[in-house]
C-alpha cells in the first residue's frame, strides 16, 4: 500500500499556487476547498476600491472616464454635468457592490464552462475541484492588486489610469482617446497576470482531471473559452464606443 502523500496546510497551499503550483493544485484535487482565497481575492478588490475613492478621488475618476469616452464628447457641459452628479451619488454603491458580486460570479460561470469543456473531452472533474482550481489561480490578483496599491501611492493621481493600472499589456501604450475600442479591450486583455492565471488554472484541471486530460488538454480547455470571452468583450466594447 502506497503511503498518502501529506496534506498541505492552507498557508502552505496559498504560497505553494505561486512556488509549488502542480504539487498544491493536486493537493487541492483532492481536498478542494475554496473559501479561503476567494476571501482574500474580495478583500484585495475592495482594498483596491477604497484606495482609489480615497487617494484618486471619484470624481476625477469619472471626468477621466468621461474624457475618453466618445458618447459623452457629443453631451453639453451641463447634461456632463449633470451626469457626474449622477455618477458621485452612486459612487459608493456602483464601486462596492461589483467589486464583490462580479468575482463571485465570474468564478462561479468559469468553473461550470471549464467543466463542461473537460467533461466533452472525456475528462469529467467535480464543480467543487474546478471552483476550488478558479479560486486558488484567482490568488494572481491578490498580486495585482498590491502591485495596484503601490501604483497608486506612487503615481500622480492625474496620471492614474483605474482601467488599466499596471504597463503589464500593451493597452499600456496606447492611447485610449485615439485607439480603436475593440483594440484597447483587446490590449488590456493580452496580459501577463492572464496568462499567469491561465497557466494555474490549466495546472489545476490537470490535477482534477488526473490521467484522463494531458496539460495540453487542460490548456486548450482553459484558453478557449478564455479567447471566446476576451473576443467578445472587445467587439462589444468596439460596437457600443
Known sequence: MEPQPERMSEI?????????PKKTFEDIAQRPGWLVPLVLII???????????QH???????????ENSPRTAQMTAEQRDQALAIQMKLAPFISAIPVIVL?????????????????????PV??????????????????????????????NPD????????AFNPAAFMDPTTTSKFL??????????????????????????????????ALF????????YVLGKSALAGAFS
Open 56 to 66: 484618486v478621488g471619484w470624481e476625477r475618476i469619472f471626468r477621466q472616464q468621461m
Open 103 to 123: 468575482p463571485v460570479s465570474y468564478l462561479i460561470v468559469s468553473a461550470i464552462l471549464l467543466g463542461i469543456v473537460a467533461g466533452i473531452m472525456s475528462a
Open 43 to 53: 478583500v484585495a478588490a475592495l482594498s483596491v476600491t477604497i484606495v482609489i475613492g
Open 159 to 166: 496620471q492614474f489610469n483605474p482601467q488599466n493600472p499596471l
Open 126 to 155: 467535480k464543480f467543487k475541484q474546478v471552483f476550488a482550481v478558479m479560486c486558488y489561480a484567482g490568488l494572481t490578483a491578490v498580486v495585482s492588486a498590491i502591485l495596484t496599491l503601490v501604483v497608486i501611492f506612487l503615481k
Open 221 to 228: 480547455s482553459v484558453i478557449l473559452p478564455w479567447a471566446v
Open 184 to 217: 484597447y479591450s483587446l490590449g488590456t486583455s493580452i496580459d501577463l497576470f492572464s496568462f499567469w492565471t491561465i497557466f494555474l488554472i490549466a495546472t489545476g484541471l490537470k490535477a482534477a482531471a488526473g490521467k484522463k486530460l494531458s496539460f495540453g488538454g
Open 12 to 20: 502552505s497551499r496559498l504560497t505553494g499556487v505561486f512556488f509549488e
